[in-house]
């Protein structure tokens, strides 16, 4: 294991004791993210294989059944729920969900986000506000029209509508960009520009070794020292001191915050308090796990004292993270469904 994060062993029991949600290593969970769908309208070679199966309807986890999971979650400390997929604005209810999940509010919720591509988003970006979403992270690899549209296959014009369209709504807005050496590492500047003129909060990403393995190679990494690097002529750049937030965050000019989520380069699993569940009912503990925990029979049988126990032995138990070993997950189910 990485000297970078050693086991707390003398103070953590051998079995979860806490009411709240707590691993092995100290770290509690705050924050859990639910994909909604597999689907996505988007074809990112990051995210997306070649020829995705969709799941079938019957398979995913109702709004009802989500609602109750969230809600036990809630209870076990949970204070940052965020919506993804594939793309969750292609779930339809999802206005009403996002109702639902504001009246956890009362019970210690605190937050309530979405990712998107906001290829959608100008249509729905009122409503959401309305019901109750505090803020949305779309993902913006280019805004160049055609490396834009050679990497998503869709034109970029909708997307920018959707940004406009949330601006006006009054929604928090983050620009999410996974650079790769090949296809958008010369937009870090223009990028960044454009972000910042916009007063558009930006989110570099390094490429991480999450799906199609095979296509994903060390020299395709732009690191967090080679995106500073570049900025460095164009603004003064000052690094802020880290949180549990997963970026590493840098004032730029004074007066604008650029993040780096550098898991290849600088690995942050020593804080990670995130969870995941996939539209078919698996926690995940880690992006980088192999196998998730089932949960949907428990959710529909309705045995909740079973699932709590479920979930906090399942928590309990999550490993260090990529930090430990390094390497790609070797699993059935992909990003777009896993939910980033």
Same mark, same amino acid.
């Given at each position: 294991m990485s000297e970078k994060f050693k086991l707390i062993s003398s103070s953590i029991p051998l079995e979860p004791q806490s009411t709240k949600l707590v691993d092995q290593f100290g770290r509690y969970k705050r924050k859990l993210r639910i994909s909604l769908t597999d689907r996505c309208n988007f074809r990112c070679e990051y995210c997306m294989p070649e020829h995705p199966e969709w799941l079938a309807k019957k398979d995913l986890l109702s709004f009802d059944e989500l609602l109750k999971f969230c809600r036990i979650m809630v209870s076990l400390g949970i204070e940052h729920i965020r919506l993804t997929g594939g793309e969750p604005l292609m779930r339809q209810g999802i206005v009403s969900f996002i109702k639902d999940l504001h009246l956890l509010k009362r019970?210690?919720?605190?937050?309530?986000?979405?990712?998107?591509?906001?290829?959608? @988003?100008? $249509?729905?970006? %009122? !409503?959401?506000?309305?019901?109750?979403?505090?803020?949305?992270?779309?993902?913006?690899?280019? *805004? +160049?029209?055609?490396?834009?549209?050679?990497?998503?296959?869709?034109?970029?014009?909708?997307?920018?509508?959707?940004?406009?369209?949330?601006?006006?709504?009054?929604?928090?807005?983050?620009?999410?960009?996974?650079?790769?050496?090949?296809?958008?590492?010369?937009?870090?500047?223009?990028?960044?520009?454009?972000?910042?003129?916009?007063?558009?909060?930006?989110?570099?990403?390094?490429?991480?070794?999450?799906?199609?393995?095979?296509?994903?190679? @060390?020299? $395709?990494?732009? %690191? !967090?020292?080679?995106?500073?690097?570049?900025?460095?002529?164009?603004?003064?750049?000052?690094? *802020? +001191?880290?949180?549990?937030?997963?970026?590493?965050?840098?004032?730029?000019?004074?007066?604008?915050?650029?993040?780096?989520?550098?898991?290849?380069?600088?690995?942050?699993?020593?804080?990670c308090d995130r969870l995941r569940l996939t539209s078919t009912g698996e926690l995940f503990t880690c992006l980088f796990a192999n196998t998730g925990t089932p949960l949907r029979s428990l959710l529909r049988l309705g045995q909740e004292n079973f699932l709590l126990a479920t979930i906090k032995q399942a928590v309990w138990y999550k490993k260090a993270g990529f930090i430990a070993h390094q390497q790609a997950p070797v699993r059935k189910i992909s990003m777009h469904t896993i939910g980033g």
């Amino acid at each position: 294991m990485s000297e970078k994060f050693k086991l707390i062993s003398s103070s953590i029991p051998l079995e979860p004791q806490s009411t709240k949600l707590v691993d092995q290593f100290g770290r509690y969970k705050r924050k859990l993210r639910i994909s909604l769908t597999d689907r996505c309208n988007f074809r990112c070679e990051y995210c997306m294989p070649e020829h995705p199966e969709w799941l079938a309807k019957k398979d995913l986890l109702s709004f009802d059944e989500l609602l109750k999971f969230c809600r036990i979650m809630v209870s076990l400390g949970i204070e940052h729920i965020r919506l993804t997929g594939g793309e969750p604005l292609m779930r339809q209810g999802i206005v009403s969900f996002i109702k639902d999940l504001h009246l956890l509010k009362r019970l210690g919720l605190k937050r309530i986000s979405m990712t998107s591509n906001a290829f959608y @988003l100008k $249509k729905y970006a %009122t !409503e959401l506000k309305l019901a109750g979403l505090d803020d949305i992270n779309i993902s913006l690899d280019s *805004i +160049q029209p055609d490396i834009f549209f050679n990497m998503t296959k869709k034109a970029i014009g909708p997307v920018l509508d959707g940004i406009g369209a949330a601006q006006k709504a009054g929604l928090k807005i983050k620009i999410n960009c996974v650079l790769l050496a090949d296809q958008n590492a010369n937009e870090i500047i223009q990028l960044t520009k454009w972000a910042y003129q916009q007063r558009l909060p930006l989110r570099f990403i390094e490429y991480m070794p999450l799906d199609q393995v095979e296509h994903w190679k @060390l020299d $395709k990494v732009i %690191t !967090e020292n080679q995106i500073i690097q570049q900025l460095q002529p164009h603004f003064q750049i000052k690094k *802020i +001191q880290r949180t549990n937030d997963p970026a590493t965050i840098y004032q730029l000019n004074d007066d604008y915050e650029l993040g780096v989520i550098s898991t290849i380069s600088k690995p942050f699993c020593q804080s990670c308090d995130r969870l995941r569940l996939t539209s078919t009912g698996e926690l995940f503990t880690c992006l980088f796990a192999n196998t998730g925990t089932p949960l949907r029979s428990l959710l529909r049988l309705g045995q909740e004292n079973f699932l709590l126990a479920t979930i906090k032995q399942a928590v309990w138990y999550k490993k260090a993270g990529f930090i430990a070993h390094q390497q790609a997950p070797v699993r059935k189910i992909s990003m777009h469904t896993i939910g980033g």
